[in-house]
C-alpha cells in the first residue's frame, strides 16, 4: 500500500489568471472582428486555437473557503493540496476534491456493553475530531466520515469492556468513579485508530452512562446497601477515635480515675450514643446511695 502524506500544491493568484483570461477574451474577439472586416480566413487558424486556450484557463480557477482544502489529483497521481483560502488558480487538467478541515463532534448512540466484571452496561461518548491530513483522509480510507463513526464506536465498546462500572476502592480506575483518566485513554485509543486516515482527536468524554435497565433496580440497591455500609464504617471510625481521646484527656488531666470496668462501661456508653441513629438520652450520675 503507497503511503501519501499532504503537500502543498502548485498555484497562482486567482486574480492574477482572471486579468490573463481576460486579455485572451479580448484579443480572441479583436482577432474575429478583424478577420471578418479583412475577409482573412487565416485568422482562423488562431481564432480557433485560442477559445480552447481560453476553456481551459477559465477551467482552472477555484475558491477556497477558511477551514477547508482542496486536494489536487492529475490523471491518478496525487500532486498537492490547497489550503489556503482565498481565489486561485491550478492546473486545469487536475481533479479538485474538497476535503473540510473544520472541528466536528460525533456523538455516539447509547451502546449496550459488558464492563470489565460481565455486566451489562449502556454507554455513549461524545467525540471531538478534525482533519489534519487531508492526504490521508481522502486516500488511506474509503470514506474518512464513515471510518471515524465506525472506529469510534469499537473503541467505546473496547474501553467499556476494560474498565468496571464501579469500585469500591477509590484508587482503582472505573468508568464512573475516574471520568478524567477514562476519558484520556478513549482519546489516545481512538487516536491511534484515526492516525492512518489523517484524523487528530481533539477530545474525547463519556456523555451517557448507566447499567442497563435489566439490571438497574438490583445494582442500584447494592449501590446504597454500599453506601450504607462504608458510612456505617466511617461512623464506627470516628467514635473509635472520640473514645480514644476522651480517655486520653482524662487520664492526663487527672479529672478521675477509672478502672476496667468503669472504662468498659464509659467506652460502651459512649459508643452507643455516637454510634446510634436514634437520639440517646442521657443518664445522669449524681453518685452512689451508700459510701
Request: charged share 20%.
Amino acid at each position: 500500500m503507497e503511503k501519501i502524506s499532504e503537500k502543498s500544491a502548485n498555484k497562482l493568484n486567482g486574480f492574477l489568471m482572471l486579468f490573463v483570461l481576460i486579455a485572451l477574451i479580448v484579443l480572441d474577439i479583436y482577432l474575429l472582428v478583424n478577420g471578418i472586416k479583412t475577409d482573412n480566413i487565416q485568422v482562423l487558424w488562431i481564432f480557433i486555437p485560442l477559445i480552447f486556450v481560453i476553456i481551459l484557463v477559465s477551467s482552472g480557477f477555484v475558491v477556497v473557503q477558511p477551514n477547508n482544502s482542496r486536494v489536487l489529483i492529475l490523471f491518478g497521481k496525487y500532486t498537492g493540496t490547497v489550503r489556503d483560502s482565498g481565489f486561485w488558480w491550478v492546473n486545469p487538467f487536475t481533479l479538485r476534491k474538497k476535503i473540510s478541515l473544520r472541528i466536528r463532534n460525533f456523538n455516539s448512540q447509547k451502546i449496550k456493553v459488558n464492563d470489565l466484571h460481565g455486566n451489562p452496561i449502556e454507554i455513549g461518548a461524545v467525540i471531538v475530531w478534525k482533519v489534519f491530513d487531508s492526504a490521508k483522509a481522502f486516500f488511506d480510507v474509503e470514506n474518512y466520515e464513515q471510518f471515524v463513526d465506525i472506529q469510534s464506536e469499537t473503541a467505546i465498546r473496547t474501553l467499556a469492556a476494560e474498565y468496571p462500572y464501579d469500585v469500591n476502592e477509590e484508587d482503582k480506575p472505573s468508568l464512573r468513579g475516574t471520568p478524567k483518566e477514562i476519558a484520556e485513554s478513549l482519546k489516545n485509543t481512538l487516536q491511534t485508530r484515526l492516525e492512518v486516515a489523517g484524523i487528530d482527536i481533539i477530545e474525547s468524554r463519556i456523555s451517557h452512562l448507566a447499567y442497563a435497565q435489566e439490571i438497574a433496580q438490583a445494582m442500584l440497591r447494592r449501590q446504597q446497601a454500599q453506601a450504607i455500609i462504608a458510612a456505617r464504617q466511617k461512623i464506627v471510625e470516628g467514635a473509635v477515635g472520640m473514645v480514644e481521646m476522651a480517655l486520653k484527656m482524662l487520664s492526663e488531666q487527672n479529672i478521675v480515675k477509672l478502672d476496667e470496668d468503669k472504662k468498659a462501661t464509659m467506652v460502651n456508653n459512649l459508643m452507643v450514643a455516637l454510634v446510634s441513629e436514634s437520639e440517646v438520652q442521657p443518664i445522669i450520675n449524681t453518685g452512689t446511695l451508700y459510701q
